[in-house]
């Protein structure tokens, strides 16, 4: 089983990673990869050169070669600047591949979030994923990290164990260990064997110190990314909650969240330091390992002290080499945490994109004038029945308004038309053109006024002349002077003015189709009825359709839909 969820690991986080290697972006990462591999090579050479110079700058100590001494600081010095160059232009380049490939990375990932409405149909998920921003933002960042830092880590590690494996064959020589009766047996290469049994004996015993690590990696992440979200949540909803005198209530859901994240970050540090305590008696025993199973050679004169030092050092690289899980395996346990984080939020991703190819249940046909809706059956999302046999229609010069008691499914029928709710069955016929939905609470994005007074559009796609006409037009001529400001605009201005933005919306965008659910909730009867003039008397006649409880609505429409006198099942009632 472990085996498995390890080959499983594996392969999402190549199937996470390799897109990019294939991409239109595939040269330039591509010789950045190998121009960082050709440095890490060097750098394993410049190590195989430095073994060396521990071999004859220790025999010039053990001789009293004073001229041999100043020769090899001189070679030191050659060797150690050119160990500085490659490092600096190596680690240089590998950020450089980082945030390129992290870049493109984002691009995706924001990309197929957004298509065919998949952040909202995420929203509707039995098993939603938690947090997509945090994965798209932290741990995109973390996986192009790591997945470098790692992939580069390893092939060091093994040309490094390649280079030096034969240089501790050679200069280790045979161990000879007497059996009595003036028998022994020769170990060739002894130091190899030793080497590659510490290693082995410390590898497994990291993996099953560490590995509960993995699942509390995940968990914190997942917890760091709740406790900030509730934040934003506070920042984005500040006048409610001052209204409400919610602070209390907000400091409670604070404290819960963060309680989380200290619980769980206490099981991280118990288990990481069960990992140290290993991991640094391991390191520290590695010191000197070597010279224990070196000493016998040495007092027996067989080497000298540079040989000594050299197979202590060549020693150091191959257990250091072949000790690469033990040294990384705090980041392996987040990786492989960062992956899964990763992989679930594809799959979901990709599974909205393929239930978006095939057949939907709830057909729309984009063709004539208007939107008409045939024995629409609505479900809610775990499969009860919501609403069945809904028909309705509208069209230029005929506005319809579509009523009911709250829960009846009134906003749901737009979701449906709009293409947004996929639990139900049923025929929809829309125009085939521009549509804009006006929800009761307008939505105003981070930037200028003009910004959210032409959203979904750019303001500069628009003539300023426009905008401030747009204004005039619905009751807002004091904010022409603020078009170039930048603010929350979502907090600055009331719900009435945003509700009056929203129209703004409408006369700058020209839709063919305004659907608008509950748009003038905030507004008195004199401003409803001056902007359905309005909206009646466009000059492109738009497709007006409705969602409201004001019995004054009812005037500016030519029909009236009741939900409440369509047919529900019993479930959906109960």
């Excluded at 197929?112 to 098993?127: F, G, I, K, T």
């Excluded at 990481?272 to 007092?299: E, H, I, M, N």
């Excluded at 599974?351 to 978006?356: H, L, M, V």
């Excluded at 409440?564 to 099942?569: I, L, R």
Aim: charged residues 20%.
């Amino acid at each position: 089983m472990a085996a498995a969820t390890e080959r499983g690991f594996l392969r999402d986080a190549w199937d996470l990673a390799w897109p990019y290697w294939k991409s239109e972006e595939k040269w330039s990462a591509i010789g950045l990869l190998v121009a960082i591999v050709t440095l890490n090579l060097i750098t394993v050479w410049i190590n195989v050169r430095f073994n060396s110079w521990y071999k004859d700058f220790y025999d010039a100590l053990q001789e009293y070669d004073w001229p041999g001494f100043w020769r090899q600081f001189a070679i030191f010095g050659g060797l150690a600047l050119a160990f500085m160059v490659v490092n600096v232009y190596a680690a240089y380049l590998e950020r450089i591949l980082h945030i390129r490939w992290r870049r493109w990375l984002t691009g995706q990932f924001l990309r197929d979030w957004l298509d065919d409405h998949a952040y909202y149909r995420l929203q509707l998920s039995q098993v939603t994923p938690d947090n997509p921003d945090q994965r798209i933002s932290d741990d995109l960042n973390r996986f192009a990290t790591i997945s470098l830092g790692l992939s580069l880590g390893l092939l060091s590690a093994f040309v490094t164990l390649i280079s030096f494996l034969s240089i501790l064959w050679t200069v280790s020589g045979a161990l000879t260990i007497p059996l009595g009766g003036g028998k022994s047996i020769d170990i060739p290469g002894y130091m190899v064997f030793a080497a590659l049994i510490y290693a082995v004996a410390g590898t497994m015993l990291t993996l099953w110190i560490g590995r509960p690590l993995i699942q509390l990696n995940f968990d914190q992440q997942r917890y760091e990314a709740d406790f900030r979200f509730s934040m934003v949540r506070l920042r984005e909803n500040a006048e409610n909650v001052a209204f409400y005198g919610g602070e209390a209530r907000e400091l409670d859901t604070f404290q819960t969240r963060f309680a989380r994240v200290v619980r769980n970050w206490w099981g991280i540090i118990k288990r990481r330091k069960r990992l140290s305590w290993f991991t640094y008696g391991y390191d520290q025993l590695a010191t000197v390992f070597p010279y224990l199973v070196a000493a016998p050679r040495y007092f027996a004169k067989t080497i000298k002290l540079g040989g000594l030092v050299q197979i202590a050092q060549a020693f150091r690289q191959v257990q250091e080499s072949l000790s690469f899980i033990i040294n990384s395996y705090t980041e392996i346990a987040e990786y492989q945490a960062v992956v899964q984080r990763l992989a679930g939020f594809r799959a979901r991703m990709d599974e909205i994109a393929e239930a978006r190819a095939v057949a939907q249940p709830i057909k729309i046909e984009r063709t004539g004038a208007g939107v008409a809706v045939e024995t629409l059956d609505l479900d809610l999302p775990d499969g009860r029945p919501l609403r069945q046999d809904i028909t309705l229609a509208a069209g230029p010069g005929k506005p319809l308004l579509i009523t009911g008691p709250s829960g009846v499914g009134k906003s749901t029928v737009l979701r449906a038309i709009a293409g947004l709710w996929p639990f139900g069955r049923g025929h929809v016929r829309v125009a085939d053109g521009h549509a804009l939905f006006l929800p009761q609470r307008p939505y105003l994005p981070l930037g200028t006024l003009a910004d959210a007074l032409a959203y979904p559009c750019a303001a500069a796609e628009l003539p300023r002349e426009q905008l401030v006409e747009a204004l005039h037009a619905v009751g807002l001529p004091q904010l022409s002077e603020q078009l170039d400001e930048e603010g929350n605009w979502a907090q600055r201005l009331s719900i009435g003015e945003q509700q009056r933005v929203a129209f703004a919306r409408v006369f700058l965008a020209r839709p063919e189709i305004v659907f608008l659910d509950e748009a003038t909730s905030a507004l008195d009867e004199a401003a409803e009825m001056s902007l359905y003039r309005l909206l009646r008397e466009a000059p492109w006649r738009p497709t007006i359709v409705s969602i409201g409880h004001h019995g004054t609505l009812q005037r500016f429409h030519d029909t009236v839909v009741d939900l409440a006198h369509q047919p529900v099942s019993e479930a959906a009632a109960s």
